[in-house]
């Protein structure tokens, strides 16, 4: 202790040492890399392998679809230009730009309608996708189907006005018996429709397509990218109240309305929708009126419709069955009958619940419609096996057209899921 | 004061049918079984009245008579004189064929992508994402014609093979990648061939066994025998001595070039392997989504729960996760089983003769009974979807958790 006092130390620290930096291996990138790609060795065998098949892609496709040819007027001219080297011929796409997206029998002036209809479809679109946009913009997105069928297939503008005034008498007869019973309005509003569509239909003239403003075009003249957009956005927006009715349906306590739901369902589900287009292409027409002339596209649209409705039914079945039975029981002890409580309650939730599985659907449908070039409609898959690679100039620019194909289904698709994956996070308002 | 009596019996009114609930719903459903015989009473009576004008009728009578057309893929004897019926099975063989080999190959897929997808390594899971994505977003249509081009555009004739300035050479002697379809060496079956077979079951029975033996010994005496390598050996070691023993029966058929074109082994056709090997890719991503989503749902405190018991992580893996995560897999692993053998009828975009090529595409076409061959067709895929939806059910029902 003494000698404590005698012998004091030299140096005593009185502030706190900064600490010092980690050892470079311990953060920074180096630690990134150990921890993620090189933990232990058989991680770091992966991540070789890994490396190297993405090399082996990268080495062979970036110089070649770098290399590429853009103008030129067929496969020989392009390979002069490329003189020996690798590289794609790209040229395809640009020459044959508008038979891909729109076929090749679609008058080649008329472009400018499908392309307008198609920029709308954003503008009517939106408003069901983002509901932050002002609800007015749902008037634009109910005209919108009318406007696009004038612009794709022209005619006489009276048949869409005359669909339309059908559909607005509809709604006023809805609209003034709802009150009193759901049942009676809804019936009534589609019985008016009828009506209006009937008479309607006996008033237009026979030759009012000659002379329109916009030329009619026929249905066999479509083509293209433009007619999986079609087949795409007509069959999901169509099955999707056909197929809430389907999955309320198959809950329903009245025996008979059950079994010709689950009948429908499981009969649609069990077959491939290929089998399902050969009946469009082959066998429908045997069904409807004789002398009644049903083009191919609106058979198919019947087919994939009720193809996806059984899909979407599924879907929504599930959403329903996730109810909890006490929202059931509340809606019925509120004194709600059964249309008030599945509009008011239980639909909401229920579709909700089911909207990345209706989304799944749209895309997997969306990726179906390529299926229709087997019944020979030439669409954009159709276009590209048909008329293009069977041409004279361009007989074996497969994997231009093949990567594009791919290209644009890729793109639309995977926003598609981004788009579901964002509103799932958007609607999770429950309880967590 | 006032007594309760029974309401008045007021005279039935129609309006009653839809107010009261008592005949509401007869009322209803009667409606719904009107419209419906309605339905298709216009439906058939359309039908029948465009049958007499085109003067056809409905007969299955050409099921029986001579397809007159040839099927290169078939497993069972098949010539251009057989019957439509005959002509329709080797489609269903067919079918069957190439949906249980992309059934096969999709698991395996699937579940490497799945496992991978979950891995600690950066590189390797963005990699899957990558496949995953690019797979599910791009129609499987378009991934059969890919594949099929790449079989007969871009692989060598046969005729590239021959010769001193050969620009193609075959695979280990053994397999020959060519336009006309992948040829790999045959098995040939000698004499006591078959008792090497029952060598090989007899010894998988084996393994069963002593499987069972080292779990009953361990819930009794608590005592671990090894069980990888002792399984292992008694996979081969049997069949192997056997096969000496026998003096190697069993023997390869090699394919060979003679000629223009290859001769011997087994000829696995262009179509076949365009159609299998892009049903599996495809499907194989779904299945990695869903093998993800399976081993995702057992929840963390499973495994630190097996962990603090002193499980070792092989056995955390097998006794603990696998079983659970294995519940949440298996039933929509069966619907894309389903989805592959709906998927298959694709067959007919690259000619493979699968029965919607041949029952519903060149009979159809042949013989113009349009109405027949597709109903026959439905109904084969939908006794195919209903049977492995039964198989489904019994499945769920015995593994559903049995709770209170």
Redesign the interface.
């Known amino acids: 202790m003494s000698n404590f006092q005698t012998n004091p130390v030299a140096f005593v620290r009185e502030g706190m040492i900064p600490s010092a930096p980690p050892p470079y291996t311990a953060g920074g990138p180096i630690k990134w890399l150990r921890?993620?790609?090189f933990?232990t060795p058989a991680?770091a065998l992966?991540?070789i392998v890994?490396?190297y098949?993405?090399y082996l892609v990268l080495a062979s496709t970036l110089p070649w679809v770098l290399n590429g040819v853009w103008t030129a007027n067929s496969l020989a001219e392009c390979r002069e230009i490329l003189n020996g080297t690798s590289g794609a011929c790209l040229a395809v796409l640009t020459e044959r730009w508008p038979q891909l997206l729109f076929g090749f029998k679609y008058p080649s002036d008329q472009y400018w309608r499908p392309a307008l209809a198609f920029a709308l479809l954003f503008v009517a679109v939106a408003p069901v996708l983002f509901f932050d946009l002002p609800r007015k913009l749902l008037t634009i997105t109910a005209l919108y189907p009318f406007v696009a069928f004038w612009l794709i297939w022209g005619g006489t503008i009276l048949a869409p006005i005359l669909a339309l005034v059908g559909c607005v008498g509809g709604y006023l007869v809805y609209q003034r018996f709802v009150k009193g019973s759901f049942a009676i309005g809804f019936f009534g509003g589609i019985a008016a429709a009828f009506v209006i569509w009937m008479v309607g239909g006996a008033l237009i003239p026979d030759g009012a397509s000659e002379n329109s403003i916009l030329t009619a075009i026929p249905s066999r003249d479509l083509g293209g990218f433009m007619l999986n957009m079609m087949l795409g956005v007509t069959c999901v927006s169509l099955s999707i109240p056909i197929g809430i009715a389907l999955a309320l349906g198959r809950q329903s306590?009245?025996?008979?309305?059950k079994i010709?739901c689950v009948v429908f369902i499981?009969?649609i589900?069990?077959?491939?929708?290929?089998?399902l287009l050969?009946?469009a292409n082959?066998?429908l027409?045997?069904?409807?009126?004789?002398n009644s002339s049903v083009d191919l596209f609106l058979r198919v649209v019947i087919m994939i419709t009720m193809f996806s409705a059984a899909y979407i039914a599924e879907v929504i079945r599930g959403g329903l069955a996730a109810l909890p039975t006490g929202q059931y029981e509340a809606a019925n002890s509120l004194g709600l009958d059964y249309a008030q409580a599945m509009r008011l309650i239980i639909l909401p939730q229920a579709l909700k619940i089911s909207i990345p599985g209706i989304v799944n659907v749209a895309?997997g449908l969306f990726?179906?419609t390529?299926?229709v070039?087997?019944i020979s409609m030439f669409d954009l898959?159709g276009m590209i096996?048909g008329p293009i690679l069977a041409s004279t100039e361009w007989n074996?620019v497969?994997?231009e057209l093949?990567g594009f194909?791919?290209l644009l289904?890729?793109v639309v698709?995977?926003g598609i899921?981004q788009y579901s994956q964002w509103l799932e996070r958007r609607l999770a308002t429950g309880h967590r | 004061m006032t007594t309760l009596t029974d309401p008045p019996r007021a005279g039935f009114r129609l309006y009653l049918l839809f107010n009261d609930t008592r005949y509401r719903?007869l009322t209803?459903?009667a409606i719904?079984?009107m419209l419906?015989i309605f339905a298709f009473a216009y439906?058939g009576s359309?039908?029948f009245?465009?049958?007499t004008?085109a003067g056809l009728n409905i007969s299955y009578d050409f099921l029986g008579s001579s397809a007159g057309y040839d099927i290169n893929q078939r497993l069972i004897e098949y010539d251009s004189q057989s019957t439509n019926a005959r002509a329709a099975v080797v489609g269903i063989l067919n079918t069957l064929l190439v949906a249980f080999l992309a059934c096969v190959t999709a698991t395996i897929f699937g579940v490497i992508a799945g496992v991978?997808r979950l891995?600690?390594?950066?590189?390797?899971s963005k990699?899957m994402a990558f496949y995953v994505?690019?797979f599910?977003?791009?129609?499987?249509?378009?991934w059969i014609?890919?594949i099929f081009?790449i079989m007969t555009?871009v692989l060598p004739g046969p005729n590239k093979f021959r010769g001193d300035s050969a620009t193609a050479s075959m695979v280990l002697d053994m397999f020959a990648f060519t336009n006309r379809g992948i040829y790999v060496p045959a098995p040939t079956w000698g004499a006591g061939s078959s008792i090497l077979v029952l060598t090989f079951i007899a010894s998988i029975a084996g393994i069963f066994a002593y499987r069972r033996y080292t779990t009953k010994l361990l819930y009794d005496t608590g005592r671990l025998l090894p069980v990888f390598w002792p399984s292992i050996a008694l996979l081969l070691m049997p069949t192997i001595l056997m096969y000496f023993v026998l003096g190697r029966p069993v023997g390869l058929d090699l394919p060979e070039l003679r000629g223009f074109n290859f001769q011997g082994g087994l000829k696995i056709g262009g179509p076949l392997i365009a159609l299998w090997f892009a049903l599996s890719v495809y499907t194989g991503a779904f299945i990695a989504e869903n093998v993800r989503a399976g081993i995702q749902s057992v929840s963390k405190g499973q495994t630190e729960a097996a962990l603090a018991l002193g499980l070792r992580p092989g056995r955390v893996m097998n006794l603990v996760v696998l079983p659970q995560a294995l519940r949440v897999i298996i039933p929509p692993l069966i619907s894309q089983f389903l989805n592959i053998t709906?998927?298959s009828?694709?067959a007919?975009?690259v000619g493979y003769a699968d029965v919607?090529a041949t029952l519903?595409g060149i009979t159809?076409n042949q013989t113009g009974r349009?109405?027949e061959c597709?109903v026959l067709?439905?109904l084969f895929?939908?006794t195919?979807?209903?049977s492995i939806?039964a198989i489904m059910n019994v499945y769920n029902n015995s593994v559903k958790l049995k709770e209170r």
């Open positions: 921890e993620n790609l933990a991680n992966l991540t890994a490396a098949v993405i306590r009245l025996p008979l309305i010709i499981e009969f589900r069990g077959v491939p929708l290929i089998t050969f009946v082959v066998m027409a045997y069904f409807f009126p004789p895309v990726k179906d390529t299926l070039s087997v898959l096996r074996g497969y994997w093949l194909a791919a289904f890729f698709c995977y899921s | 719903s209803f459903q719904a079984l419906l439906l359309n039908l009245r465009n049958l004008a991978l891995s600690n390594n950066w590189l390797v990699l994505e690019i599910r977003n791009i129609p499987v249509l378009i014609i890919i081009t555009a709906k998927n009828s694709l007919i975009a919607t519903g159809l349009a109405i597709v067709l439905m895929y939908l195919i979807s209903l939806s």
